[in-house]
């Protein structure tokens, strides 16, 4: 099963629960690491016997004058490489190869104390996990790929001066040697640059097609940056889906508080509505105030009978704790399995099919249907919408697809944050017992309507 999850706070603290619960594995690659806590639970569990091996950029934020004491964690066993030629922005974490841990948080005091940040957690996910130990591999020249995609280079420029010396543009082949014995950091093509050299160019053409033949079989270049916008887009993918379960969860909250507060209170809302709504239309006049006053009672009683009828309407299961916690854990699994976004390259009818699902599931999600979403999540297990998918390789292509999946993680990110500061929320968490709340508003809505026949009872007496 695999589950992904987005944190905007207490993300240290989701942070120090995983990585306390390390068993074998830690790679961290980061930007900048100036949390001291983070470094001393990273030196404990090197001392443990789990293999870390860090990666952070060489600058003075991490090794200046009040950077952290990296070596410790080099004499508790792990290992510590540093990015010196190039600003590295990346920002994850790999547990026991099959937890990823990403998003705009860096390990530092600023980001946990002053920031405004983000990280995902995606488990279960091997083949991706793999992506990214193979990135931190390359990344501290550890990737046990890099002597093929070296051949690769060479067998691509060897070609190159093949076709050169067909046209007979000499120039450009001296060129492309140079360049040829930067590349061949192996130095397997020295005796074809030697015969180049000396313009044995025909020679030099035999050669080159025996080194093809010879080394193709382990030569299959991958642009880096293909294969990076494929990680990307991966990452993204999972991180729509966790902003949505976000805010899917907070949907369902107030849509459960909603219903319970009709249920609860409809009837009593509906009839100071009412009173209201009468003594405003007595005492109408022609004065543009309480004609004002009117058309708004009017207009809110209105909403509310119309709210009330769409309540009673929707069949909402009521659930035990147990059954919540059910609910939640195979809702975000499915949703995962079925998200339309991570069918973006497939046929037509697939995604169309995927979007259905999406919202069958959201729908039964929302009115608490355990065996739906269960049933659901068995159906995509099973291999629903086990099709595959090809592996777009277009690098514009990949370029607008992250560009898209990008911009919909923004707004989805705002959307959830209207959210988390709507007055509806603040009001559903500031009780930890809805009945407490309930009973508090049943206890102002009977005075309210007291109230209000009491006004009418003295218009009508009038």
């Not at 695999?2 to 995983?18: G, H, P, V």
């Not at 591999?137 to 690769?152: A, P």
């Not at 990452?235 to 729509?240: C, F, I, P, S, V």
């Amino acid at each position: 099963m695999i589950l992904t999850q987005a944190y905007f706070e207490d993300i240290k603290s989701e942070l120090c629960l995983e990585l306390d619960n390390a068993k074998e594995t830690i790679y961290i690659a980061l930007a900048w690491f100036t949390d001291k806590e983070l470094l001393n639970l990273l030196i404990k569990k090197a001392a443990l016997g789990i293999s870390i091996q860090l990666l952070i950029y060489n600058d003075e934020i991490n090794f200046g004058d009040y950077g952290l004491p990296f070596v410790n964690l080099k004499n508790a066993g792990g290992e510590v490489y540093t990015a010196k030629e190039n600003l590295m922005h990346n920002k994850f974490c790999i547990i026991d190869e099959c937890i990823i841990i990403t998003g705009s948080y860096n390990w530092t005091k600023k980001a946990n104390n002053e920031n405004n940040e983000n990280i995902v957690i995606i488990k279960g996910d091997i083949e991706l996990a793999k992506s990214y130990i193979a990135e931190f591999k390359k990344l501290t020249g550890r990737n046990e790929n890099f002597f093929e995609e070296q051949i690769s280079k060479v067998i691509k420029r060897l070609q190159l001066i093949q076709k050169l010396i067909e046209l007979h543009d000499v120039e450009d082949v001296d060129l492309q040697i140079a360049r040829l014995q930067k590349d061949d950091i192996h130095a397997k093509s020295n005796t074809i640059i030697a015969t180049l050299q000396n313009k044995q160019y025909a020679n030099a053409n035999e050669l080159i097609n025996l080194f093809v033949k010879q080394y193709s079989s382990i030569a299959i270049y991958i642009d880096p940056e293909i294969a990076a916008l494929q990680l990307e887009i991966s990452l993204l993918e999972y991180e729509l889906v966790a902003l949505d379960n976000e805010i899917s969860g907070i949907e369902k909250q107030i849509a459960d508080f909603n219903h319970q507060l009709h249920e609860r209170l409809g009837l009593l809302m509906d009839q100071v509505y009412e009173e209201k709504l009468f003594y405003f239309f007595c005492n109408r006049t022609e004065d543009e105030e309480t004609e004002q006053q009117y058309q708004e009672a009017k207009t809110k009683y209105e909403e509310f009978t119309k709210e009330n009828i769409a309540e009673a309407q929707k069949h909402f299961f009521d659930i035990t704790e147990q059954e919540s916690k059910e609910i939640k854990k195979a809702y975000k699994a499915a949703s995962l399995l079925c998200h339309p976004d991570k069918f973006e390259n497939a046929t037509a009818e697939i995604k169309q099919k995927s979007e259905e699902i999406f919202k069958e599931l959201n729908a039964a999600n929302e009115r608490n249907d355990v065996k739906t979403v269960n049933q659901l999540y068995k159906q995509l297990q099973a291999g629903l919408l086990n099709v595959e998918i090809r592996k777009q390789d277009n690098k514009q292509l990949l370029l607008l697809q992250s560009e898209t999946l990008n911009e919909k993680c923004k707004a989805k990110a705002t959307r959830l944050n209207e959210y988390k500061n709507s007055e509806v929320l603040k009001l559903i968490k500031q009780f930890n017992n809805w009945g407490d709340y309930f009973t508090e508003k049943e206890k102002q809505l009977k005075e309210e309507l007291v109230y209000w026949q009491n006004k009418n009872s003295i218009t009508i007496n009038k």
